[in-house]
């Protein structure tokens, strides 16, 4: 999370701060798979690290899994990362469905940049306030704030680039090695890992619509300032909900650029999944 942050660019979410609310509203899938993961005999806890697949952010799901239910660990991360690769085929369908022609074309306008200082302040802001509100966030929030405090204060270039490339990838590396060790076939290859998987595409599919649908709605309040297909990039891939939501964009109308519109609701959702992810492990630990 350390690197993740230091990998994160805020910009376009301070930029736009409306648009955290459409990255909020793409946990919507985490709630509708845990209801179904209950429905299908998984136990509560099992049912909690199932859903926040949903919230498309890999190391978040590992987390939360290893957490709570380490014993479908190895299902959880192939479910999210999985998922995280087809974005650019699942949302499109959830958009299309959702929206008009009318609402893809909206072209919204160029936002303001924020200053260096608003940048600097905003990860300790974001660790005070969701600290004090969640202090089982801390864990994940604080780690993930620090490193973009380091990115953005800029007086440690080196550290800052060693947490984007050498350190990250290490990090992958042994995340994969472990993981992976843990899918033993007794274990992996079962029913329920079907069923995992089928529950990690309806999280997915529901967390797009939710945000789509919040998006129609900023749409109607905002007099058609806001288009609505943002709201799928609330689905925290970074970056890849938010380039599938520029190449859907364009697909209607050639000169419409979405994506710093977009980068808005997609790195809010990775503060949505992180603090979604902490609030279960809060309730249910």
């Given at each position: ?22 990255g909020a ?15 299908l005999g998984f ?15 890999g190391p978040?799901?590992i ?29 499109p369908?959830?958009?299309?469905c ?15 940049p ?20 969640l202090?089982?966030?801390?864990q994940?929030?604080g ?9 953005e204060?800029?007086?440690?270039e080196r ?12 990090n992958?590396?042994?995340?994969g090695?472990?993981?992976?060790s843990?899918?033993?076939?007794q ?5 329920a890992t079907?069923?995992i ?12 619509a939710?945000?789509?649908?919040l998006?129609?709605?900023?749409y ?7 288009n609505?297909?943002?709201g799928?990039?609330g ?21 419409n650029f ?13 503060l ?7 609030a ?6």
């Open positions: 999370f350390l690197c993740l942050g230091a990998l994160t660019d805020f910009s376009p979410l301070l930029e736009r701060p409306i648009t955290f609310l459409l509203a793409a946990q919507f899938g985490v709630l509708v798979a845990i209801f179904l993961a209950l429905t136990n509560i806890k099992e049912a909690a690290a199932i859903g926040i697949i949903g919230g498309a952010d978040t799901a987390f939360i899994a290893q957490k709570m239910a380490p014993q479908i660990l190895g299902a959880i991360a192939v479910s999210a990362y999985s998922y995280m690769s087809l974005v650019p085929i699942i949302l369908p959830v958009i299309r959702m929206t008009t022609k009318k609402e893809r074309t909206t072209r919204m306008e160029q936002a303001k924020v200053s260096k200082t608003t940048k600097m302040l905003f990860p300790i802001v974001v660790t005070l306030v969701v600290g004090i509100l202090p089982s966030s801390v994940l929030i780690m993930l704030m620090a490193g973009n405090f380091i990115k204060c800029g007086l440690v550290l800052s680039n060693t947490l984007q490339n050498e350190l990250v990838n290490i992958t590396i042994f995340l090695l472990t993981v992976g843990t899918m033993a076939a274990q992996f290859l079962t029913p079907l069923k998987i089928l529950l990690g595409f309806l999280a997915f599919a529901f967390s797009a939710g945000g789509v649908a998006g129609k709605l900023m109607l309040l905002s007099g058609g300032k806001i609505p297909m943002i799928a990039a689905v925290s891939a970074v970056p890849m909900s938010a380039r599938t939501v520029q190449k859907e964009g364009q697909r209607e109308d050639p000169g979405l994506l710093m519109p977009a980068m808005g609701p997609n790195v809010a959702g990775v949505g999944t992180a603090v979604a992810a902490s279960l492990i809060a309730l249910l630990s």
